[in-house]
Each structure stands twice: as C-alpha cells, then as structure tokens.
C-alpha cells in the first residue's frame, strides 16, 4: 500500500515515519512507535481508551488517522510521570484512591483527566464526572476514579493533600 | 476493525478541496471524523479518496454579526461550547452542545460535520431548524449555493448537498436580546444518540408575554421537526402551565416510526415529556442575554 511520510512531536520528541494512511493514530503509536501504553477497546469512538492528547486537547486515536498528526504535537500517558522512578500527582491518586484495577481504560481516563485539569485546576465533582462519562471503565465503579482526580487537583494547585505526604522526604 | 485502504488529501485550500471534490468519483470529505471516521473502521463506508479539510484555515471562525451567528464549517463543537459571547448572547448553544457526545468528540467534532452527516438525532441539526439557519454549499461547477435549514433534509442521513459540494458556512438567526430558552434530551446515558430531543426559546415582551416561540424536536423523523402549532399556541400569551400543557399536547398528533430499541408509542409519549420541559425551562429560567 501506498505510505505517506509524517512528521509528529510525541511526547516532546520529533518522530518521522512512513504510514499507510488508513491506520488511525492509536495504532500507529502502539505498532509502530512501540509506545502500547495507549490502549484501544472499541475501535468506533465510544469506550475511550485509547484517548490521547493531541495540541493539547483530549481525542480519540481511533477517530483519527496517523496521517492526520503531521506537524502536531502528540502526548501519550507514557509522556505524563517526570521519570522513570517517579509518576505524576494524577497518577500517584489514581494509585492511592484505587482509581483502576485492570487498568485497561486508565491510559485513556488519565489523558482525558490531564486535560481537563489543565483547564479547570479546582473541578467540582459533578464536571468531573460529566468529562468521565466520555471513557468507559468496567471495574472501579468509577468512585476511586472521582476521588482521586479531586485530590490530584488540590495537589496540582499547592494545596498538601496525603498523597502529596507519601512523596515528601521530611513530612511537616 | 480497520479502515479500508484510501487514498490520502490534504488540501491546503477551500478552491483545492473543491477541485478534488469534483476529479474524485468516490470521495469523502473528512472534517472532524467523529462520524466518518467509525463508519469507516466498520466498513459501512468505503472511499476510494478521502479529502482532509482539516488544514483548510479559512474554513473555521465564529463570529456573531448583529443578529446572527456565523460558523464556519470545520469550527470544533469545543470551540463554540466555550465561546465566552455565545454564551452570553445565546445560551442555549452551550445547552445542547453539551449532550453533543463527550469532550474527547467534540474537541474533533466540527459544526458543518454534524449538519452535513445529518443524524436525525442531531443537537446541532435542531439548533439549525430552531434558528432558521441558513447553509452554504460550494462547488467548482456550480459556486456558492445557500440551502434554507427547511428543506436541506432530503431523507435519513441525506442532506441537500450534491457529491462534488463542499458545506462551508452555516448562519444562524439569533433570538433577541431578551429570551429564555430550554432543552431537554433522553438517551440510553449521557452523551448517547437522543432518542427524543426537544428545544425552546421564548423570546418576551416587558409584560412577560410571549412574542416569539420556536420549539423543535429531534430524533422523530428524518430532519427536525419546528412545532409550529405548540409556537402559534403560545405566541402573545403568558407562559402558564395550561399554556405549556397544551402546546406540549400537540406534540401527539404528528406520526411516530419505531425501531430496533425504541417502539413508536414509547417515541410518541417521550415527545411530550421532552417538548413539556423545554417549555417548563424556557417558561422558568431567568432573562438571558444582553
């Protein structure tokens, strides 16, 4: 099949590849990026695992062709914990809260969550919940999910929470 | 689940779009792909070109105009959801751009992808109908052609826009200043296809009166449905709840379909409900806009 060349930013790296234009981006980063931290469920836009971040906004990388992405900036949850040893406050919650158990559509709510919490650092749980309904878990229940993206929020904005604790050397 | 094989075009102009549009034989345009783009995955749809609009600058924008708002085909529902003076000036487009899917579709999702894919139970559609929009359509034969909201439904996911066509603009009306509006939506859960949509805007003398309705439903037939006899019932009166009971009860004479989930009485009764609380919200919020 006839490949297009496509040159992208993911997470924060330039990547320059030939693709066929009919794999979607989900499908690109994980077979030929290797980055298979982004997951796909449904394949047709509803179960939202396979959210990404593309020029910062939250999308579907099965709603969108890798060809698509040219000249745009890509970011995947591998981008999201400041190193290898360490992972982010949403993602330090979401351990703590037990926001995943198969951990299968966390990939996908993290990314929507990082989003949204650029965008609204003091949620209330009910917009929370309305951005939630975009991503489909089939374990938590979602209350875990609920209670740790408001405590990642309040760490994000300075505010000392437990899991904020757990990290600090010298606790106060 | 993977797409067909395509070929691939990314035009940079609106006047390159037109031109493959017209060279292609079994092109499909791709805006915000929310649609598209799984009926693709599925196979429902197989095109021999598929012509990316999604460079094409020209094609967003929103600009409000006096009394009406322009928008441009590939603007993202995000994008109009949170525009601070639409907000202001028409509310209900932040309303109904809410139950438009989630987050994640509408920041691809475009205004001029709903309107042309032209699902029954479109919010956007409604809105459309319910401000007598107009839609711009253009093509390298023919130019630039305006459809009237009224007959752009041709049947089912058919709207008034010919193959080598390109929707680029829609205008919509815009209430007066003074109106109140309400919307009110059923599906399986939030973000679902409505199963039954209704909307209302009242707009209001100083006695309170009404001087203006527009009601719609969505999700009944093949394009909205304007209930212009609910709006000439409540036209010059006050928003009563007898006002509001009877104009929502004309909601039972139109004809119902069924489906594979949803039987044509359940549809019918779901109507009436819907239509009685976009009135109950339009009757009861508080003045909006300037």
Redesign the interface.
Known sequence: MDQTIITLTVNGTEVTQPVEPRICLADFLRGQLNLTGTHLGCEHGVCGACTVLVDGRAVRGCLMFAVQAHGLKVETVEGLAPDPQQLNPLQRAFMKHHGLQCGFCTPGILMTMTEFLRNNPAPGERDIREVLSGNICRCTGYEGIVAAVIEAAAEMRGEQTESSLLTETNPT | ????????H?PATQREALELLSQCENAKI?AG??SL??M???RYVMADD?I?I?RIGALTGIAIEDDHLLVGAMTRQ?DLLNHQELKHRAPIFADAL?YV?????R??GTIGGSLAHMDPASELIGLASMLDATITVESIQRGRRECAISTFAKYYFTPDIAPDELLTEVRFALPSGHHRHGFAEFSQ???DFAIVGAAAIFETDIDKSISKARIVLIGVDAGPVRLSAAENILTGQKPTPDALRAAAETTQTLEYKGDGLVSADYRKRLARIMTARALEQAAGQPQRGT
């Open positions: 689940m993977k797409a067909a094989p395509f070929r691939y990314r791709l792909g929310q783009v799984p693709m995955n599925m598929v990316d999604n995000s809410s899917g989630h987050m994640q579709t920041n691809r859960r939030h973000g």
